[in-house]
């Protein structure tokens, strides 16, 4: 695998390595807190997780963090779950992410684009008057800290000052996009009991206008706990009965007052993808998201004052979050609010060279579908500015990354990363001073002692294991919401392995310190005790001009035999006839292994997806295993409901 490939695809330069904050970090913390001063990253990371208390510590120190009271020591209790971080600390995330308005009050902190891409500008002393006049009338609304405040919003501005003023109060932000349906929003926000709910009146994607009034309409009657709702008029209607509007709110003059809250107060909820019941409802902390977000962004991600940064997010997704986090370090953020193929598959790369992007973040798949599609970014578009091209949502297959070396750029830096919703950053991932390896995550994030695992609980090194992390990161949960008793929350991590995060994916960690992602662990390919993910299925059939895209599913009979279907979306005009399945097993054949060729290869109309954009394995398999569909999954979570019904009468008619 890995270790036959062993020259680099990317190697930073000298230079750059020399410039890059992770470096000037590491001399300063040798320096003050006795990090190794020579190593580079391999060495410094072995400190970060030897060392917890004190690289936490440094992290604080480096980004000036500004505690209003101090705290007792790093870390209380050391336990998962339920680490206790900075004990007796005060401080404020939005009082943090609008500091550079001091320093560069006229520079853009946002930039926005819609279809048009046209790009938008809205300055640091803008965004930080919108803030305070917004946490003010939010105060005046009785929002008080620990109230929830919801967002039915697109990637738009608003939600980011909505986001901010509510941190500003010590209020609990939480947000769904609005091509989610009223049964999706009401799945997750009716676990909040949110008091204000900001809503648009529509969206508009692909070039066509979307209304939502109606969805609107519903929320407010089934959420009862809304105190007020906060109409923005994206379509340009009028504000319905009872709502207030957004431009009332935000016109005022006023410095933002910031509540001062302890280190774990809540932020933020997430939404887990909520394939299989209701969405898990994630809180994470103030403190907590403040400090994985500085290292993440500043360090791993290498952003300061000079970079622009475009992730292609919906206000579902947990990037939109990290995305807004950008604001930490100074860096302007661009905000895309559309289709991302829209009105061409090069859609993407044309916003990052409008905006002028350095750090351009996008899924696995979008840079698959381009390399389909025949896009060619270096030769369509002037992305000089472009530094780093990063991807996630899923493991981007080798071929994705010669496709970026050979279109983009031979000298981009090219970072595959992997974490979760769970703890709204990377386990592993972007590191600007080392080597880039094809199919390759390039090393464990700071602080992050993340390791592979058999089930036995042995560490493993070039072979396949479970994703663990053996120590706590300041941005796990603090809990689940109405999880009283906290089980929900052990159940999810920490019962295989106790006191130690597994977090549902197989991976390898190489003897060089990258890290191979298969897939997940819980929808893994087991066929006569060779392991394998989905994902290294997917890589390889994809590449086939006919297969638009495909879903693999390994099944435990009853009988204790194992069925492993291949299901295959057809491209349009392709037939899956004897000479297609027979490339397709001779690819799965020579570049994965025999016993990985499906006992069947079966044509459907689609592919789900939860409403993030993964692939639905788990529910799928379970619809195969005899499951009726409303037992299988959370119907609300899916993108297209009406394609299980064809796995779900698949399994009818093989039983």
Known sequence: MSTANPSPLWQPTEERIAQAQITKFQAWAAEHHGAPSDGGYTALHRWSVDELDTFWKAVTEWFDVRFSTPYARVLGDRSMPGAQWFPGANLNYAEHALRAAGTRADQPALLYVDETHEPTPLTWSELRRQVGSLAAELRALGVRPGDRVSGYLPNIPQAVVALLATAAVGGVWTSCAPDFGARSVLDRFQQVEPVV??????????????GRRDVVAELRRELPTLRAVVHIPLLGTEAPEGALEWSALTSADVDPVFEQVPFDHPLWVLYSSGTTGLPKA??????????????QLGLHCDLGPEDRFFWYTSTGWMMWNFLVSGLLTGTTIVLYDGSPGHPDTGAQWRIAERTGATLFGTSAAYVMACRKAGVHPSRDFDLARVQCVATTGSPLPPDGFRWLHDEVREDLWIASVSGGTDVCSCFAGAVPTLPVHIGELQAPGLGTDLQSWDPSGKPLTDEVGELVVTN??????????????????????????????RHGDWITVTSRGSVVIHGRSDSTLNRQGVRMGSADIYEAVERLPEIKESLVIGVEQPDGGYWMPLFVHLAPGAVLDEALLNRIKQTIREQLSPRHIPDEVIEVPGVPHTLTGKRIEVPV???LQGAPLEKAVNVGSVDNVELLRFYEDLARKRA
């Open 621 to 623: 398999k379970r619809l």
């Open 472 to 501: 706590p990161m300041p941005s796990m949960p603090i809990r689940f919401w109405n999880d009283p008793d906290g089980s929900r929350y052990h159940d999810s991590y920490f019962d295989t392995y106790p006191g130690v995060w």
């Open 282 to 295: 994630i809180v994470q902390s103030q403190g907590g998201i403040l400090l994985e977000h500085l290292k």
């Open 197 to 210: 709910l900001f809503t648009v009146d529509g969206y508009r994607y692909g070039g066509k206008e979307h």
